[in-house]
């Protein structure tokens, strides 16, 4: 057994002071103390009770070069000797050319700071562009925090026959029915299910109003469910006929699944697609980029992309070196990722078949998804909902935190593991498995 006491204290006083406790509630569970670091070695973490953890969460994915890469802290304390804020400086230029150089659909981009808020502001984009009204979304998906994409009882839900009810295991249904959204932030918004075509036309010869599809490539919050083939060229072409804008949401598989993000490793590229996270490595900023005809209704100010903090230096800044650092030797960090993310996921898959328990691996090897199931594929988030235990899935996230491997339910490499890390993570997710094995 760990000792956490010194986390444990932490917790308590934070509790004092912080709302909660927690710096995020999204996928939280109420009174379940958090742990508190204190160092950080590539990708290993150690807390104040001296527990080391391997990092497979990156904070929530974000962290592509580590948690203490000296590319990102280089450049941003090189930054902050000249301007930490948010001025006009040549830094912001130099990250919006690597942006739009590196991801297919950019011809220009428009800072912003968060995942939420970027995919806000592309959804605004999109509808300044067609003068259309309604979002089309997908059950299982998350698009950050703001009330208009936060939500399972949106127009057309049920009858669309996406999953619409309340599981206690399931994070996405738990924020789908939380409290204090405005009531009828969800009207403007329909709800299909991923990988099914057939529903995106129902709904697309059924209502002429609207302005766009927005979602993630691959299912990056729940199950890591992968477009099947065909289906991502199949929305393109629909989109196009039904004169609907098509948005990826990249928060996650931004520069983390390639160095063309989703839109080039699939080869479909959207009209419209917004990133955070890896982009800047850690530090807090967005961007979202897209057509030149269609980023042109920013020009005359009569669409708002708002922000004080909007290219801040400090972002900019990370966002110049950590997209420089992902390009170097063409892109050979994801030949790096591709390698230590398979070793998780072959070692894992071994173990669990060893151990006689039912899983696959989704996602790809820079984001994996271990799914309890007797399936071979979970394509959408009603199939996770039916045929996957989540029950076993947190359990399994809970073991391997216990025994000092972080996830969040996802498996996220750094270019900061090195293959000692993978054995050693394999390792305990041996032991895992084993335990849950015997509580069977
Ligand atoms: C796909 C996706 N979109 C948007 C967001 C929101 O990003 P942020 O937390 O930076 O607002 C997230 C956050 O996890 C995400 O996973």
Redesign the pocket.
């Known amino acids: 057994m760990k000792h956490t006491e010194r986390s444990q204290a932490l917790y308590q006083r934070a509790c004092k002071s912080i709302a909660g406790g927690h710096l995020?509630n999204?996928k939280q569970r109420p009174g379940a103390p958090q742990t508190f670091f204190e160092r950080f070695e590539g990708a290993r973490m150690y807390d104040v009770d001296g527990n080391l953890y391997y990092d497979w969460s990156l904070s929530?994915?974000p962290c592509i070069l580590g948690q203490a890469s000296p590319v990102v802290r280089d450049a941003i304390v090189e930054q902050a000797g000249k301007c930490y804020s948010r001025q006009y400086t040549q830094v912001q230029i130099e990250a919006a050319e690597l942006f739009c150089r590196y991801v297919p659909c950019a011809d220009k981009m428009h800072f912003a700071v968060?995942?939420?808020?970027?995919?806000l502001y592309t959804i605004r984009t999109a509808r300044a562009y067609t003068g259309k009204n309604m979002v089309v979304r997908f059950s299982g998906?998350?698009?950050?925090?703001t009330d208009v994409v936060l939500g399972g009882v949106a127009r057309g839900g049920d009858d669309r026959r996406a999953e619409n009810r309340w599981n206690e295991n399931d994070d996405y249904s738990r924020a789908c029915y939380t409290t204090g959204r405005a009531r009828h932030a969800l009207d403007d918004v329909y709800l299909i299910d991923f990988n099914d075509l057939e529903q995106m036309e129902q709904l697309f010869r059924a209502d002429n109003d609207i302005a766009c599809v927005v979602m993630?490539p691959v299912c990056?919050?729940i199950s890591g469910c992968v477009p099947q083939p065909g289906y991502l060229e199949g929305v393109r072409k629909l989109c196009d006929q039904y004169g609907v804008l098509l948005i990826f949401?990249e928060?996650?598989t931004g520069f983390r699944i390639g160095l063309h993000s989703a839109q080039g490793y699939f080869g479909v590229t959207p009209d419209l697609a917004?990133f955070?996270?890896a982009v800047c490595g850690g530090i807090?900023g967005?961007a979202f980029g897209g057509r030149e005809d269609v980023m042109s209704v920013l020009d005359d100010c009569t669409c708002l992309i708002p922000g004080t903090y909007n290219g801040n230096s400090l972002s900019a800044a990370a966002m110049k070196a950590v997209i420089t650092e992902l390009a170097r030797n063409d892109g050979e960090a994801y030949r790096i990722i591709e390698r230590l993310g398979g070793m998780f996921r072959d070692g894992v898959l071994e173990a669990a078949r060893r151990h006689g328990i039912p899983m696959i691996m989704q996602g790809f090897p820079g984001a994996l998804f271990p799914v309890f199931t007797q399936r071979e594929v979970i394509r959408n988030h009603r199939e996770a909902l039916l045929y996957s235990d989540l029950d076993k899935m947190h359990r399994f996230g809970a073991l391997m935190k216990a025994n000092g491997v972080v996830g969040d339910d996802r498996y996220c490499v750094s270019l900061a593991h090195t293959e000692e890390d993978v054995l050693r993570s394999v390792e305990i997710a041996d032991r895992v498995l084993g335990i849950m094995k015997e509580e069977e």
């Open positions: 995020s999204f929530s994915g968060t995942g939420g808020e970027s995919l998906m998350y698009h950050g925090g993630e990056m919050n949401d928060t996650l917004s955070a996270k807090p967005a």
